[in-house]
């Protein structure tokens, strides 16, 4: 009767010191490189994200005060005007990348980009001349409204020509 042995294999040794590093042409880009256009457009993505969520924020605090039957106080206040900020640096952004950026339709994002400026300050104004909850529910409409209109900038930026 022969006894079975278990059979051991033996792999190379591991040299975990050696570095590995990718392929690539001499003188030519690296695999997985990212270039400045795609660096410039995930900015704006990014910074668009933060806005709409911005927008939804305050569409949400002043609804909430609406429902509540109170009229706008200063710290919501002080949320649209941040908000509008946030929307001037993202027009800035916007406009200054529009010529590089292969737009299917630039006319349509610069409209949008200058269009998504105007709503807020007139919901302000509203909310300030109001002091009912009317007030409120003006505020919420408007930066709700900024926040669809941002998110129409942003499948206009998504949608390039090549």
Not at 54 to 77: C, E, S
Not at 111 to 130: D, H, K, N
Request: with cysteine.
């Amino acid at each position: 009767m022969t006894v079975a042995t278990p059979t051991t294999r033996t792999r190379p040794p591991h040299n975990r010191y050696r570095r590995c590093r990718p392929s690539r042409a001499p003188g030519g880009p690296r695999r997985g490189a990212v270039s400045d256009e795609e660096k410039d457009r995930a900015v704006f993505i990014g910074f668009t994200v933060v806005v709409v969520a911005a927008g939804l924020l305050v569409a949400g605090w002043a609804g909430l005060w609406a429902y509540r039957r109170l009229p706008t106080n200063d710290p919501l206040m002080v949320g649209a005007i941040v908000l509008e900020v946030l929307l001037l640096v993202q027009a800035v952004i916007g406009l200054v990348e529009v010529s590089g950026a292969g737009l299917v339709e630039p006319v349509t994002f610069v409209a949008y980009t200058l269009g998504v400026l105007l709503p807020l300050p007139l919901g302000f104004y509203l909310a300030r001349i109001e002091r009912t909850r009317w007030g409120s529910v003006s505020l919420a409409f408007t930066a709700l409204v900024t926040a669809v209109m941002t998110l129409r900038m942003l499948q206009i930026w998504r949608t390039t020509g090549g």
